[in-house]
């Protein structure tokens, strides 16, 4: 499904991403766990096309390195940001509704992939007509999620997802994503994360990232014993 091999980026002089290597596969849900700093957001920036990065990235096992950013997501890979990023003055829907008309999607494609988006978070339904800038950070994270899903028809990369969240809508977050899995088995899944707890029991593999650098990895404390 994706694929990077010898993969380096910096941001400006400064090098992040250091020779990446690493292979994941369709339908996998992979979490990608480490610290601040480690180079998480940069990873799936890259993947996206938004850092000056050398080496090669393949999906489905075609390059994409040359294809623009605008273009990446017409593959079918949805990405909800740390940052929200909602617009204030559109509504909940509209916000959703972006990166289909975007991409030009048909009318009948468009009310399919809401409605989609609905069927995993269907709270949403009923905050559809409230303007973007009244929702709470918690409800943000859903919006992004929902607004991913509107081009992430074989992958969603999702970064840092639950921070920020106070328990319950935490839980809530995490059950729309097994809702997501449980109805769509084929959708592969990258989730940042620097809290390992957080993820443990649904990411099918861990990929930990130090110092930009990523091997395969544990959500178990240090020390417990298999």
Not at 27 to 33: K, S
Not at 101 to 130: F, I
Not at 135 to 143: F, I, L, P, T, W
Request: glycine share 10%; no cysteine.
């Amino acid at each position: 499904m994706l694929e990077l091999r010898n993969v380096n980026a910096s941001i400006g002089i400064i090098p992040i991403l250091r020779d990446l290597t690493f292979r994941i596969g369709a339908a996998e849900t992979v979490a990608l766990i480490g610290r601040n700093g480690a180079g998480k957001t940069t990873l799936l920036r890259t993947i996206m096309g938004f850092t000056t990065a050398s080496g090669e990235i393949l999906f489905e096992g075609q390059p994409i390195n040359a294809l623009h950013p605008p273009k990446r997501p017409g593959l079918g890979i949805g990405y909800a940001p740390e940052d929200r990023r909602l617009f204030a003055a559109f509504t909940i829907e509209e916000n959703i509704l972006l990166p289909a008309q975007a991409a030009r999607l048909g009318k009948a494609e468009t009310t399919r992939r809401l409605d989609r988006a609905y069927t995993v978070l269907p709270e949403l339904r009923d905050l559809a007509q409230r303007p973007g800038g009244t929702v709470s950070g918690g409800q943000g994270k859903m919006v992004a999620l929902a607004r991913a899903l509107m081009l992430g028809t074989k992958l969603i990369m999702l970064d840092e997802p639950f921070q920020g969240l106070a328990p319950a809508l935490a839980q809530r977050y995490a059950e729309a994503l097994r809702t997501l899995r449980d109805t769509d088995r084929s959708i592969t899944l990258i989730i940042t994360e620097s809290n390992p707890s957080l993820l443990r029991g649904f990411a099918d593999r861990t990929l930990v990232i130090e110092r930009g650098e990523v091997a395969e990895g544990s959500l178990e404390p240090e020390g417990t014993k298999a």
